[in-house]
Every structure is written in structure tokens, then in C-alpha cells.
């Protein structure tokens, strides 16, 4: 099946700096990758849907400068949280969708943890 | 605009017991619909999808799940659960004839936890 490796898994930063998760593709080409941010104990909510070579889409609410977002190949997508605060702490979870027919299946990667201090 | 509704927030259930997690949906058109399962501090497996044919849907790990059309339902089941199934499930639906992304509209999840 396929793969998708998010990295890293666990990330503690200082308030005011920033973060770098990475999400591939493995075994696969993605043309779009998605970014979810998951509260303890609630769903997934959708950030942003990131296109291979496009700007990304962000979801109302989501403050793009804030979070950014560059996929600039078929197997890697980047999220940015830029000038981190507490309140950004949160599990970000990304997905990748094959690029042939899928039908809109989506794999998952395993999740960053992030807490800022 | 499409919503998905779990009514159970968490189910407990004894080992070797069957259970049942509810889904309904909402969507003006006719939608793809998934079940994924999060273990602590993990991302998404698959667990299960209905994307067309037969409505009874058979996953891995013993899951199986049946779209009703007419209730707008998508309810997961398994006969026999083991303690390994503990964990949080999800309902996605996303719409066969999307927007560019064909984005997931997940519920609420529900907790199932398997006691002994």
C-alpha cells in the first residue's frame, strides 16, 4: 500500500520561533497533499489542500502567513508554523493522494506532535 | 456542503463482543464514504471505503460497513472485537464530483474502548 512519512513525529519549540514538518510520499506520486490539525480528543479539521507546483489552498479561518505551505515535487510537501505561540500546539497530521484514478483516497501520515513553550 | 455525524462520542464494549459505530451523513451529491482508525498518537489507517456496487463493504481486520442510500447511513461493524481494537474511529465522506482536491469531511470520531 501506500506510504507517507511525516517527520517529525514529536516537536517541543520556544514561543516565537518556527517549525518545519515534512510529509512524502514514498512509494508514490502525490499531486495533492492535505494538512489537518487535530485538538486532543476531536476530528480532524481540514488546514490546507497543497497542489504539486501551485499555491496551496487554505480552508477559512486558516491564517496563510501563519502557516505555510510549499509542495514543490511530486513526493514532498512542507508545513511551516511560523512564529509559533502555544495556542499552535496541536498534532498536524498530512495526507497524500495518488495521483493516477483513487477515487479520493487519501493516506496518512503519522502525525507531529508540536508543543510550544 | 457535506457534514458527517457520529452519534457516539465512545462506546465501551467487552472483548469478543460485537459492536456497531454509527455514521450519517449529509450531501447534496452523491458522495464516496471511508472509515479510518487512529491508535494513540498516530495518524489514519484505512479502514474501509465505499465508492460504488455492492453496499455491504468488507476492510481489514474483520470490519465490515453498509451504505444505506435512503438513510443516508454508513454504519461500521464487527462481530468480534479484541482488545486491539481499542482505539478512535473515523467517517469521511468526500463527494464523487468535487472541487479540485476532492476534500475529506471527517466526523467527530468515536472512542471504542475493548475491555477485558
Given at each position: 500500500g501506500a506510504v507517507v512519512s511525516q517527520h517529525p513525529s514529536w516537536v517541543i519549540c520556544k514561543s516565537g520561533t518556527s517549525v518545519k514538518i515534512e510529509c512524502r510520499s514514498l512509494?508514490?506520486?502525490?499531486?495533492?497533499?492535505?494538512?489537518?490539525?487535530?485538538?486532543?480528543?476531536?476530528?480532524?479539521?481540514?488546514?490546507?489542500?497543497?497542489?504539486?507546483?501551485?499555491?496551496?489552498?487554505?480552508?477559512?479561518?486558516v491564517e496563510k502567513d501563519k502557516f505555510l505551505i510549499n509542495h514543490a515535487s511530486l513526493t514532498l510537501s512542507t508545513l511551516t508554523v511560523t512564529s509559533a505561540h502555544p495556542e499552535d500546539s496541536s498534532f498536524y497530521i498530512c495526507s497524500a493522494r495518488v495521483s493516477s484514478l483513487s477515487k479520493n483516497i487519501q493516506y496518512f501520515g503519522a502525525g507531529t506532535r508540536l508543543s510550544v513553550l | 456542503a457535506q457534514s458527517v455525524t457520529q452519534l457516539d462520542s465512545q462506546v465501551p464494549v467487552f472483548e469478543e463482543a460485537p459492536v456497531e459505530l454509527r455514521c450519517n451523513y449529509s450531501s447534496s451529491v452523491s458522495v464516496y464514504l471511508f472509515w479510518y482508525v487512529q491508535y494513540p498518537n498516530q495518524g489514519l489507517q484505512l479502514?474501509?471505503?465505499?465508492?460504488?456496487?455492492?453496499?455491504?463493504?468488507?476492510?481489514?481486520?474483520?470490519?465490515?460497513?453498509?451504505?444505506?442510500?435512503?438513510?443516508?447511513?454508513?454504519?461500521?461493524?464487527?462481530?468480534?472485537?479484541?482488545?486491539?481494537?481499542?482505539a478512535e474511529y473515523f467517517c469521511a465522506v468526500s463527494d464523487e464530483i468535487g472541487a479540485a482536491g476532492n476534500k475529506l469531511t471527517f466526523g467527530g470520531g468515536t472512542r471504542v474502548l475493548v475491555k477485558p
Amino acid at each position: 500500500g501506500a506510504v507517507v512519512s511525516q517527520h517529525p513525529s514529536w516537536v517541543i519549540c520556544k514561543s516565537g520561533t518556527s517549525v518545519k514538518i515534512e510529509c512524502r510520499s514514498l512509494d508514490f506520486q502525490a499531486t495533492t497533499m492535505f494538512w489537518y490539525r487535530q485538538f486532543p480528543k476531536q476530528s480532524l479539521m481540514l488546514m490546507a489542500t497543497s497542489n504539486e507546483g501551485s499555491k496551496a489552498t487554505y480552508e477559512q479561518g486558516v491564517e496563510k502567513d501563519k502557516f505555510l505551505i510549499n509542495h514543490a515535487s511530486l513526493t514532498l510537501s512542507t508545513l511551516t508554523v511560523t512564529s509559533a505561540h502555544p495556542e499552535d500546539s496541536s498534532f498536524y497530521i498530512c495526507s497524500a493522494r495518488v495521483s493516477s484514478l483513487s477515487k479520493n483516497i487519501q493516506y496518512f501520515g503519522a502525525g507531529t506532535r508540536l508543543s510550544v513553550l | 456542503a457535506q457534514s458527517v455525524t457520529q452519534l457516539d462520542s465512545q462506546v465501551p464494549v467487552f472483548e469478543e463482543a460485537p459492536v456497531e459505530l454509527r455514521c450519517n451523513y449529509s450531501s447534496s451529491v452523491s458522495v464516496y464514504l471511508f472509515w479510518y482508525v487512529q491508535y494513540p498518537n498516530q495518524g489514519l489507517q484505512l479502514l474501509l471505503k465505499y465508492l460504488s456496487g455492492s453496499t455491504l463493504v468488507k476492510g481489514i481486520n474483520g470490519f465490515e460497513a453498509e451504505f444505506n442510500k435512503s438513510q443516508t447511513s454508513f454504519h461500521l461493524r464487527k462481530p468480534s472485537v479484541h482488545i486491539s481494537d481499542t482505539a478512535e474511529y473515523f467517517c469521511a465522506v468526500s463527494d464523487e464530483i468535487g472541487a479540485a482536491g476532492n476534500k475529506l469531511t471527517f466526523g467527530g470520531g468515536t472512542r471504542v474502548l475493548v475491555k477485558p
